[in-house]
């Protein structure tokens, strides 16, 4: 006979949650992450590039998540 679909099948997809932006990693390394596109995370980054503080280069680093 047909079992009910649904009735034992519980899909149980296992999301790995673990913290990716803490105070001092604030970009994480998954591309399609929203973080690399906030403005409010990535103002102070730009502001010390201005300020003469990280280079170009840096700042992109960082804002992409790889950490200089
Ligand atoms: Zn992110």
Known sequence: MLQPYG???VP????LDK??????H??????TC???EEPALIGPVNQQYIDGL???EEAT???QGRQV
Do not use: E, K, M, Y
């Open 12 to 15: 149980v997809i296992p999301v």
């Open 34 to 36: 929203g973080c690399h």
């Open 61 to 63: 680093r960082i804002i």
């Open 7 to 9: 009735d034992n099948f």
């Open 26 to 31: 604030q970009f994480c390394t998954d591309p």
């Open 19 to 24: 913290p990716r932006h803490t105070d001092s």
């Open 54 to 56: 990280l280079t170009a």
